[in-house]
C-alpha cells in the first residue's frame, strides 16, 4: 500500500519480538527452574537453561507432595481445580442459557423486572461483597464443600446477556413454524435452540473454564480443609511458606502445572476465546 | 425488545428463571443489601445486637489515615496499570497490524498471558524478582540498583503494577488489534497520499478512530486493577511492605476476615459497590453511543 516501506516492516517485526520474547520470559524462568535441583535454585543466579531434575520434580510434585504442613499430592490439587472449573463453567451456561431463553421466549409479568435483577446485580465483583457472601454460604453449610465453591460464582450476566443477544438472531419464524407442528417449548429448545447455540457456548465454555480455573479468593475463604485446595490457591501458599528451605524447584513445578491447562485452553482455542471475549463485553 | 414468537405457558417461564434468579438473589442480592446495613450500623460488643449508627462507619473510614492512604495507592496503582498496560499493548497491536505475516502466531504468543491466573502470576514475578535468587535483581545488582521490594515500598508498587500490566496485556492486545482491523485502509492510505509519515498518521488519523476501543479498554482495565489483582497482590506482597501496595480490595478482607472489624469492612464496600455501580452506568452509556453510531 502506499506509505510502506521497508523499514517500518522491520521496526514492526522487531518490536514484536522483543514484545513476544519479554512476555515468555517470566514463564521461561518459571519453567527453567522447575527442571534443576533445590540446592541449584538457592545459588543466585537462578539458571536461564533447563536441567536435568524435570521428570523428578514432576513426579514428587504431583504424586508425593510436598511443603511444611502438608503433603497432599499435586493430582489431588489438580483434580478439584478441574471438578471447580468445570462446574462452574458448565453450571453458568446451563442457567444461563435456560434464563435467556425463557426471557426471550415467553411473555410474562416481570420478564423485564427479571432481566435487569439478573443484569444488574451481577456487575458486582465478588471481591467487592467478600465478608456478608462469605455469610450466606456458610448459613447454608456450605463451607468446605465443591457446590460451596461452584454453585455461588455460576449465576452470569454475561453469559445470559450473550445468550439472549443471540437468541434475537434467531428469525422468529423458526419459533412460529415450531409453534405450528405442535413442538412443545422445551421441544423447541432442545431440538432447535440448543444445537443452533453451539459457537455461542462453545466461547464462553473457554472464557468460564479461565475463570473458573483461575478463582483465587473465593476458595480461599470456602475451604479450610486440604481435601479441597485447588492448585491456584496451592502455589501461593507454598511460595509464601516462610519457614525452612524453600524449594523452590517443586513450587515452579506447582506453577507450570497451575498455568498450563488454561494456557493449552486459549492457545487451542484461540478463535473460540477471542469471540468469547469480544463478545462477552459487547 | 422483541419481534420474535413467543410461547404461552404460565409456569415454565418462572421455572426456567429459578435457579439464576435463586443464586442472584442468594449470593448476590442479599449480601450486597447485607453490606450496606452492616455499614450503617455497629456490632454491640457485648452482644445486644446492632446500633444504627448513620454515617459513623464511613466517616471514620475518611477520618482514618490507613484508609485514604490505601485510596490513593489504589489510584495510582490503578494508573500506573492502565496507563502502561494500554500503551505497551497498543504499541506492539500497531505494529502487528502492519500488514505483516505471521499475525495469528503473534497473536497466539501475545495473549497467553491472560490465561494465567493473577495468583500464579504473582508467584512467578516474585520468583524472577526474588530479592535472594531472583534472575532480574542478580542483573540489577551489576547495574549498581539494590532491589528489594520486600523492604522498599516503592520497588513493591512497580513490581505489582509491572506484573498486572503483564497478566492483562493479552486482553488489551486483542481489542487493539480488533480496533486496528475496523479502521479503513483507505483513509490511512489518504493521509499518505497527503505526505504524513506513518508517526503522524497513527496521531493523526488512527488513534482516534481507535477512541471507543481505547475508551471501553480503560474502563475494563480500571476495574480490573481495582478488583482482579486480589490474587496478585496477595500472592506477591500481602499488602506489604508496611502497607505499601495494600489496594482498597486488600483492606476490605484485612479488615473484614484477619481484624473482624465487620462495620468498617462493610462500610469500604458499600463505597466500592457504588463505584463499580458508577462506572458501569458510564460503560453503557458509552456503549449506547456506540450502537447508534
Not at chain 1, 407442528?181 to 421441544?187: F, L, N, R, S
Not at chain 2, 404460565?10 to 450496606?36: E, H, R
Not at chain 2, 469500604?268 to 457504588?274: F, G
Request: include cysteine; aromatic fraction near 16%.
Amino acid at each position: 500500500m502506499v506509505g510502506e516501506n521497508r523499514w517500518y516492516r522491520y521496526v514492526a517485526y522487531a518490536t514484536l519480538i522483543v514484545g513476544v520474547l519479554v512476555i515468555a520470559f517470566p514463564v521461561w524462568i518459571t519453567f527453567v527452574g522447575s527442571t534443576h535441583t533445590t540446592q541449584r535454585m538457592l545459588q543466585a543466579p537462578v539458571p536461564i537453561w533447563p536441567g536435568t531434575e524435570f521428570f523428578r520434580n514432576y513426579y514428587i510434585v504431583l504424586f508425593e507432595g510436598f511443603g511444611q504442613s502438608s503433603r497432599t499430592p499435586m493430582m489431588q490439587m489438580l483434580f478439584n481445580s478441574l471438578v471447580v472449573a468445570l462446574g462452574i463453567c458448565i453450571g453458568k451456561i446451563a442457567v444461563s442459557i435456560i434464563a435467556a431463553f425463557a426471557i426471550v421466549y415467553f411473555t410474562f409479568r416481570f420478564r423485564m423486572t427479571a432481566f435487569w435483577v439478573i443484569f444488574l446485580t451481577l456487575m458486582l465483583p465478588v471481591e467487592v461483597r467478600i465478608v456478608p457472601t462469605y455469610q450466606v454460604v456458610a448459613n447454608f453449610g456450605m463451607l468446605n464443600s465443591y457446590s460451596g465453591m461452584i454453585i455461588p460464582l455460576i449465576a452470569s450476566a454475561t453469559a445470559t446477556f450473550m445468550f439472549r443477544q443471540f437468541f434475537m438472531t434467531v428469525p422468529g419464524e423458526l419459533a412460529e413454524a415450531a409453534k405450528i407442528d405442535g413442538a412443545t417449548p422445551m421441544q423447541f429448545f432442545w431440538h432447535i435452540v440448543l444445537p443452533m447455540s453451539r459457537t455461542t457456548i462453545a466461547a464462553l465454555f473457554v472464557i468460564q473454564f479461565i475463570y473458573g480455573w483461575n478463582q483465587y479468593l473465593w476458595p480461599l475463604l470456602v475451604t479450610t480443609s486440604e481435601d479441597y485446595y485447588t492448585i491456584v490457591m496451592t502455589v501461593a501458599r507454598q511460595a509464601n511458606e516462610l519457614d525452612g528451605m524453600i524449594r523452590w524447584n517443586l513450587i515452579m513445578s506447582v506453577a507450570m502445572l497451575a498455568m498450563i491447562p488454561p494456557v493449552l485452553v486459549v492457545v487451542f482455542m484461540q478463535k473460540q476465546f477471542v469471540r468469547g471475549l469480544v463478545d462477552a463485553d459487547k | 425488545m422483541k419481534n420474535t414468537a413467543t410461547f404461552d405457558n404460565k409456569v415454565l417461564p418462572y421455572v426456567l428463571l429459578l435457579p439464576q434468579l435463586f443464586i442472584t438473589l442468594a449470593f448476590f442480592v442479599w449480601p450486597s443489601v447485607n453490606a450496606i446495613v452492616q455499614a450503617f450500623t455497629f456490632e454491640d460488643a457485648f452482644g445486644g445486637g446492632r446500633v444504627f449508627v448513620w454515617f459513623e462507619n464511613f466517616q471514620n473510614l475518611f477520618e482514618d489515615g490507613a484508609y485514604m492512604r490505601s485510596v490513593r495507592i489504589t489510584l495510582v496503582f490503578s494508573f500506573g496499570v492502565t496507563v502502561l498496560g494500554l500503551g505497551i499493548a497498543l504499541l506492539l497491536a500497531a505494529m502487528a497490524n502492519q500488514q505483516l505475516r505471521g499475525v495469528t502466531t503473534y497473536k497466539t504468543l501475545l495473549v497467553w498471558p491472560y490465561a494465567v491466573a493473577p495468583a500464579v502470576a504473582g508467584v512467578v514475578w516474585g520468583f524472577m524478582f526474588n530479592p535472594n535468587v531472583g534472575i532480574v535483581p542478580y542483573f540489577l545488582a551489576s547495574a549498581g540498583i539494590d532491589w528489594n521490594h520486600r523492604i522498599n515500598p516503592g520497588q513493591a508498587q512497580l513490581l505489582v503494577i509491572f506484573s498486572a500490566v503483564w497478566n492483562q496485556l493479552g486482553y488489551n492486545f486483542i481489542f487493539f488489534l480488533a480496533g486496528l482491523y475496523a479502521i479503513p485502509r483507505s483513509l490511512i492510505e489518504a493521509a499518505a497520499i497527503d505526505g504524513a509519515g506513518p508517526v503522524r498518521r497513527f496521531f493523526a488519523v488512527v488513534f482516534p478512530l481507535l477512541s471507543p476501543t481505547t475508551f471501553f479498554l480503560l474502563v475494563v482495565n480500571i476495574i480490573y486493577a481495582f478488583f482482579s489483582t486480589f490474587g496478585l497482590i496477595d500472592a506477591l506482597t500481602k499488602g506489604g511492605p508496611s502497607g505499601s501496595t495494600q489496594i482498597l480490595v486488600y483492606k476490605i478482607y484485612l479488615d473484614g476476615f484477619r481484624n473482624q472489624d465487620f462495620g468498617s469492612s462493610a462500610a469500604q464496600s458499600t463505597i466500592l459497590i457504588i463505584f463499580v455501580a458508577a462506572l458501569t452506568v458510564i460503560q453503557f452509556k458509552y456503549i449506547e453511543r456506540r450502537v447508534h453510531y
